[in-house]
């Protein structure tokens, strides 16, 4: 089992719908989540980070956390063309022993299309 | 805020030399930063994590004498691939993750090398 799952996708919604892209984890000790967004050929934008369980709004965008069954998801309403890219979801890990050493562990990221 | 920069933007080298990539915190301190690569349509793999002062942290299968490693200041990072083969061709991302937020990491917008 993967620590980070998403569907590859494509996930392909039209211009003006709810894209909803979901990622679970199997470190039940994880407590931070994250999104990021790319776009071909660019690194990774950081778009929402989520701690607590529930839901965390921002403009468009509105992260959802559920930690009793181990999944993240992140909403992006009125969609548009512009949100075409991949959506990474990233969970920080932290190393037992280690002093407080941790890392983020990425999904392999979903393909959002977005069509006109 | 929370800008990382990376320098070069592209490289392309021949066989057998070896390649810098410098990776800087613009606007804040970042003890800790990470090396990434990343392969056409695939995910990012977690090279090593860079520590101001200490020697990194690489992960398995990476080799450490192949893939350098100096954080000499709390803004800068740089990462050297000695002797780089074709196959070192790559797309390599920093981030740098910021004293005050010990858990988020901000990207750098990535190095393409291509080893001819």
């Known amino acids: 089992q993967k620590e980070v799952e998403q569907n590859s996708g494509p996930l392909s919604v039209p211009e003006g719908a709810i894209a909803s892209l979901n990622c679970t984890y199997s470190?039940?000790?994880?407590?931070?989540f994250f999104w990021y967004r790319q776009y071909s050929g660019k690194s990774p934008e950081l778009i929402m980070s989520?701690?607590?369980?529930g839901d965390k709004e921002d403009g468009r965008f509105t992260a959802q956390l559920n930690k009793a069954s181990q999944y993240v998801s992140l909403l992006i309403r009125d969609s548009q063309p512009s949100d075409s890219a991949t959506y990474l979801c990233?969970?920080?890990?932290?190393?037992?022993?280690?002093?407080?050493?941790?890392?983020?562990?990425f999904g392999a990221g979903t393909r959002l299309a977005v069509h006109p | 805020g929370a800008v990382v920069s990376q320098h070069p933007s592209r490289v392309i080298c021949k066989s057998g030399t070896s390649v810098k990539i410098e990776c800087r915190s613009l606007?804040?301190?970042?003890?800790?930063m990470f090396w990434y690569r990343q392969f056409p349509k695939k995910s990012l793999m977690l090279m090593a994590t860079?520590?101001?002062?200490?020697?990194?942290?690489?992960e398995q299968g990476v080799e450490k004498d192949k893939f350098l490693i100096n954080h000499a200041s709390l803004t800068l990072s740089t990462l050297t691939v000695t002797s780089a083969h074709p196959e070192d061709s790559s797309f390599y991302i920093c981030?740098?993750?910021?004293?005050?937020?010990?858990?988020?990491?901000?990207f750098g917008p990535g190095t393409r090398l291509t080893v001819l």
């Open positions: 606007d804040f301190q970042a003890t800790t």
């Open positions: 990233a969970v920080n890990k932290i190393l037992p022993l280690s002093g407080g050493y941790n890392k983020l562990i």
């Open positions: 470190d039940r000790g994880s407590q931070s």
């Open positions: 860079s520590n101001e002062g200490s020697k990194a942290t690489y």
């Open positions: 989520i701690y607590s369980n």
């Open positions: 981030s740098a993750r910021s004293d005050r937020e010990l858990d988020t990491q901000y």
